[in-house]
């Protein structure tokens, strides 16, 4: 595998950690405000959690409005994201329709990066890692502990876990409880990178966790994460000024 994953020009895996600013509008209206935003924004990546959208139930709603953010979007990488109550999205959806979503959402054209959660079955993530790369979209392969940190061994493994399902991108989000769990994850996103599968994303989350967005590159983490309007995630900086901090650190 690549060490390196490129979409839209942009280089995941080398260089400065890179910036993804999330859209978390309900209506369309909202989202609009939200992209025109971002616009503005120095910024990589964007993410629509479309788990925020109220018509989610809707599949012709949801690809009616990937369309018009990648108009608005322009050349900005779009991933796509419907992340479940249980990973600390906002709510459910059965595997059947979690699946239809994101398979849509690959075949469209609209979203460049599709995030898969890796413990939505593993023959599930496996065909759908494989349908997004025959779209020639991205897969994200994620992980979300809004509890805790779990061992050394299980992060890793987890991380693993996803390569081996396919993942173009491992993802792993964690709590710390205290200090030395930070230290935990910053010790295996060293770790599993140093293996050179491709580019892998890591943080912990909360106000003991920032250190992780901010100085996560240094250990091969490839991406981060900023807010514009609304952080869809404990310890999530201003875009702005994660963008000034991450100058400062790696240029």
């Avoid at 987890?158 to 081996?164: I, T």
């Avoid at 295996?188 to 909360?206: A, K, R, W």
């Amino acid at each position: 595998m690549s060490r390196i994953v490129e979409v839209r020009g942009i280089r995941l895996g080398e260089g400065m950690p890179k910036i993804c600013v999330p859209l978390t509008g309900r209506t369309r209206e909202e989202l609009r405000e939200e992209a025109e935003l971002l616009r503005t924004i120095d910024l990589d990546f964007a993410e629509w959690r479309v788990d925020f959208f109220a018509e989610v139930d809707s599949i012709e709603a949801v690809l009616e409005e990937l369309a018009e953010l990648r108009s608005l979007l322009g050349d900005i990488p779009l991933i796509f994201t419907f992340r479940s109550a249980r990973e600390g999205g906002q709510r459910e959806l059965t595997i059947e329709a979690y699946t239809r979503l994101n398979r849509e959402a690959a075949a469209s054209g609209h979203a460049d990066v599709i995030d898969i959660e890796l413990f939505t079955g593993d023959e599930i993530v496996r065909e759908l890692t494989a349908e997004v790369r025959r779209t020639g979209a991205v897969s994200i392969v994620s992980n979300h502990d809004f509890d805790a940190t779990p061992s050394h061994e299980e992060l890793a493994s987890r991380l693993r876990r996803a390569h081996g399902l396919g993942a173009d991108i491992p993802k792993i989000a964690v709590m710390p409880r205290h200090p030395g769990d930070v230290l935990t994850l910053l010790a295996v996103t060293y770790e599993v990178s140093s293996e050179e599968q491709g580019p892998i994303i890591t943080m912990s989350m909360d106000k003991a966790g920032v250190i992780s967005r901010v100085a996560g590159g240094t250990f091969g983490s490839a991406l981060t994460f900023g807010a514009a309007k609304n952080a869809s995630a404990p310890g999530q900086l201003a875009a702005a000024e994660l963008k000034g901090i991450l100058n400062a650190l790696y240029t």
